[in-house]
């Protein structure tokens, strides 16, 4: 199993410093040799690696739905990279993706989803399906999940409950690697936040999804594979104290929270962080906050990680909601810059950048030694490897 | 009208720099005359000043069990401080505080009001109530205010409903402050994110209330007056870039958001500052982003503001939340520090101890300066100056 491939997006560059998921998260392609290949055969190829190592086909589509629109969203380290992690979970019978989800509560406008350690893309469909089925009722569901797995980037399900007219929000737990303010280790998971708003097709909705860490754990492996400092405010050392070392950083897997250190105010960060596990772990009865295991191949457990899902109806409230969120993200758009060269962008305005690429391309770009990586895996597999459209140096 | 006395505040010093407000919300007390009065006669004060004013009884009542309450939290900022603002507003008439509130539209779990330029206190009372009582019939209510006036801490209606064994969930809009990331000009309010979670009374609740932007205008205030530099990522000049020069920041009005520069994920916070009037301003029709109005007493529109309260019953989810609330407070007071001398604190200990303090004392100690300009409102509205218990200097 090519288990080193996880961390090769971690070697690339980025295209520009903003994107709601941190500045490693869009990624340009003059690193290494690349190839091009086709969404469909993206998706084809995670398709039937799911199906192969047990996926219901609906479970497969779903996830193969999840990790090309992440590519597509520019949030690579999500997309065709998190598959290898689902096969190892499932190999390693740490996720069942054949397993029943049960409701254990319900109300008119809340449920409690036992997902029974079901691929995460399977639990999150279902609560964001039921989410949207009680805000049609009530004006809002508010469904929280127990005993799921990685979900893929939380901004996927804020997007899809958007979708069909609602504000969507989407809160998830994971591995600690944030360190609580003032603190030597990490207690908390970098945990998102993830919100999507319907606005007028003219600006597209708005869209959040970020982190509560400063920046992501890829983020410092792609300094210290360049030899550079990291910047201040993104991590710690063993002592707690900020780093600027990427190899000390690295060492200890402290984050600093989304504002970086106490003086900056890093202990909003670490509130907001723990705020995620409070409505997701620690609400639904997963593993919550330290107690959450590290999602690696060493670990047996199951990741029992908890979500939250919400829909709110906008119709319930004031009329001409989309038009003045529309009048924001035009507003934000034309400020005037600090620098010509780089404008003032709405959240989520790189993300529909690099969508929007992606679909009149019809082509993903990915890294060769990533592609190679899965080839060994179609062959343990036995499926077909991913086909390139061309290769590129 | 003593105007000047709003800004006293930011003349003193930070007991700690760690707080869920900000470094400067939590104030110590010897920089000038201080004197202490008695939380009673605080009320009193405020209450009858609020009644001379024109307020109805009981929303002079809500008035001051929130300016009480904010100052027993250590937010001093938003204590008796604000008093003056909100007699300012209803004597210019910006605020109408007998005016009846109205309910636009209303599902099983949701309400629009039209808060009809009543005082903040009042429309937000209101308005936690209905999210309770909704919570309490379907798991959850979300109700969403428009032509509201300021109402105050956001923490101290996140509080209320966790009172009633709710999660509860508060957000404001406000006007401009924060720039967006690479713009010139502040563009959004540092819009507050407040959240309270019921736990087990060993550790008390879980209690964030954050500002969105890094540090608050008062922050700067203070660090003018002493001729010190700002610290990195709190404040930008009118070139929109950041800046340690505290008159140029303050000059330009640019708060960064939370996260500081676009290299530190400021983007993350103008985000946030920008969802929180997606679900405040923009989500009830009330002024919104950029439209918001200054809070001046030489503005004549009123505010028309909006907020969004939310009660979420964590019954209707996993058993034993408030062990697990618990369970996390512990965990993180208790972890190594970086320091042996600043203890990792949960988000709101700060705010515990003040109030645990004011409830075994009894007392608030207050600038001299201040009471005294607030002997001359009382000389203006005929009603009884505030009575210290003993001077101190």
Redo the contacts between chains.
């Keep these: 199993m090519p288990l080193q491939l996880i961390n090769y997006l971690a070697n690339t560059t980025p295209k520009s ?4 998921q ?2 490693c998260a869009v990624l340009s392609v003059n690193m290494t040799a690349m190839a091009r290949v086709s969404l469909k055969e993206v998706y084809r190829f995670v398709k039937d690696c799911m199906i192969a190592v047990g996926s219901p086909a609906k479970a497969a589509d779903q996830v193969a739905d999840l990790l090309v629109d992440a590519d597509k969203l520019g949030h690579r380290s999500h997309g065709l990279n998190r598959l290898e992690r689902y096969v190892v979970d499932i190999k390693a019978g740490r996720c069942a993706p054949n397993n029943e989800m049960k409701i ?2 319900e ?4 449920a ?1 989803i036992n997902a029974n350690n079901v691929l995460g893309a399977t639990s999150a469909n279902y609560a964001s399906d039921l989410a949207i089925k009680k805000a049609e ?4 569901g ?1 469904i ?1 999940t ?1 005993a799921s797995n990685h979900y893929g980037i939380g901004g996927y399900w804020a997007k899809k409950i958007a979708s069909r007219g609602m ?1 969507g929000m989407s809160f998830s737990n994971g591995s600690p690697l944030v360190a ?6 990490a ?1 908390l998971g970098s945990n998102p ?1 993830a ?1 999507c ?1 319907p606005a007028l097709s003219s600006t597209g909705p ?1 869209y ?1 999804d ?1 982190a509560t860490a ?2 992501a754990l890829g983020k410092l492996e792609m300094y210290r594979r360049r030899g550079k400092p990291l ?4 991590a ?1 050392g063993p ?3 900020e780093t600027l070392d990427a190899d000390l950083a690295i060492k200890s897997g402290s984050l600093l929270p ?3 250190t ?4 890093g ?6 962080s ?2 995620v ?3 997701s772990g ?4 997963a593993q ?3 107690h959450v295991p590290r999602w690696s191949p060493h670990e047996t457990r199951p990741a029992d990680l908890g979500h939250s899902f919400a829909a ?3 119709k ?6 989309e038009e ?2 529309s ?2 993200i035009s ?2 758009r034309q ?5 010509p060269k ?6 989520g305005d790189l993300e529909k950048k690099s969508y929007a690429e992606a679909d009149a391309t019809g082509v993903i770009v990915y890294i060769v030694a990533m592609l190679e990586s899965y080839d060994v895996l179609a062959n343990e597999l036995k499926v077909e490897p991913i086909e390139r459209i061309k290769i590129m140096s």
Tied chains: 1, 2.
Excluded: Q
Excluded at 262 to 265: G, I, N, P, Y
Excluded at 335 to 339: A, F, H, K, L, N
């Design positions: 410093a903003v994107n709601s941190g500045p254990e509560k109300t008119a406008s809340t409690w009722e009530t004006g809002i508010w929280c127990r504000i609580p303010t003032r603190s030597t280790k207690a936040i919100v708003a708005f959040l970020i400063t920046v910047e201040p405010g993104w710690a002592d707690g104290n989304l504002g970086g106490e003086k900056s105010s202990y909003k960060g670490f509130g907001l723990a705020l596990d409070m409505l620690v609400l639904s009865g919550y906050a330290h709110l109806d906008h319930c409230f004031a009329p001409g909601f003045r969120v009048d924001c507003y934000w400020m005037t810059p600090s620098d780089y404008p003032v962008l709405a959240p």
